[in-house]
């Protein structure tokens, strides 16, 4: 049996051990603050964790990135009962995000970043949490794993520098590594389980990404420059928002 490290099913094994309260939007929505909050916290950790402690190079970046940027605080984590709820707490956030495609239908996770003072590059980002983030990954943790892999590839071009006010064809190229990076845990969980099943848009994203990253064009996959810290942040500073 695969080490939980391993297995993208047993990611959030302990989550859900900690909190079977974990059934209901509705549930979840009326606890406390602090309850909310900690659950919160112990599923994102679960999630960071398991890319963290990947025995993939390349999805092991994808957590060591992620939490080096929250650690600077050049990205806030934000908790929310919905996403539009977590999003409105965004200081001088464009109207215009809120008219997306399928932000209503509140997404499992969205990370949104803005610039200041003219700059090309985006400068300050949010990754934005809301309780159908839990839900989603109590109820299918691949399937949330692999929208989180997605997420942090937005957040390594972020640190990377590959973000930009004006995305026009960098727009297209960062779509392909969260495409690339998504087939890259759907190719690393199929290794580890092979009885997994794959669902037929997962498919045709792995007949194009047949080895997940490494079948980006030329040009558009890259060696990230960062300098990796030695010290793993186990103690992110996060906090739910209360209801309005």
């Known amino acids: 049996m695969p080490h939980p490290q391993e297995s993208a099913v047993l990611a959030f094994v302990a ?8 059934i209901s939007f509705d549930g979840l929505r009326d606890m406390s603050v602090a309850a909310k909050t900690q659950i919160m916290s112990d599923y994102l950790d679960a999630a960071l964790r398991y890319f963290r ?18 650690e600077k605080d050049s990205v806030n984590i ?4 919905t996403t539009v709820e977590g999003l409105r707490c965004i200081e001088g956030i464009d109207e215009s995000v809120f008219q997306m495609e399928g932000i209503e239908h509140d997404p499992d996770v969205f990370v949104h970043f803005s610039g200041t003072n003219g700059s090309e590059l985006l400068q300050k980002g949010a990754l934005v949490l809301p309780l159908q983030f839990a839900l989603s990954a109590h109820r299918n ?38 495409e690339a990076s998504t087939a890259q845990l759907l190719l690393t969980t199929q290794r580890h389980d092979q009885a997994l099943g794959i669902s037929d848009n997962n498919w045709d994203l792995l007949r194009r990404y047949p080895n997940g990253v490494e079948s980006l064009p ?12 030695s010290r793993v942040n186990t103690n992110i500073s996060m906090q739910f928002l209360p209801r309005r």
């Open 15 to 22: 989550a859900d051990l900690s909190h079977p309260e974990v």
């Open 53 to 70: 402690e990947s025995d993939d190079p390349y999805l092991r970046e994808l957590g060591t990135t992620a939490d080096q940027a929250f």
């Open 141 to 178: 943790p691949v399937r949330t794993l692999s929208i989180f892999a997605g997420t942090l590839s937005k957040i390594r071009d972020f640190e990377n520098r590959r973000l930009f006010a004006e995305q026009d064809e960098h727009d297209e190229r960062a779509g392909q590594r969260i």
């Open 78 to 81: 934000i908790f929310a009962d």
């Open 218 to 229: 030329n040009g558009v996959g890259y060696r990230s420059k960062l300098r990796r810290s």
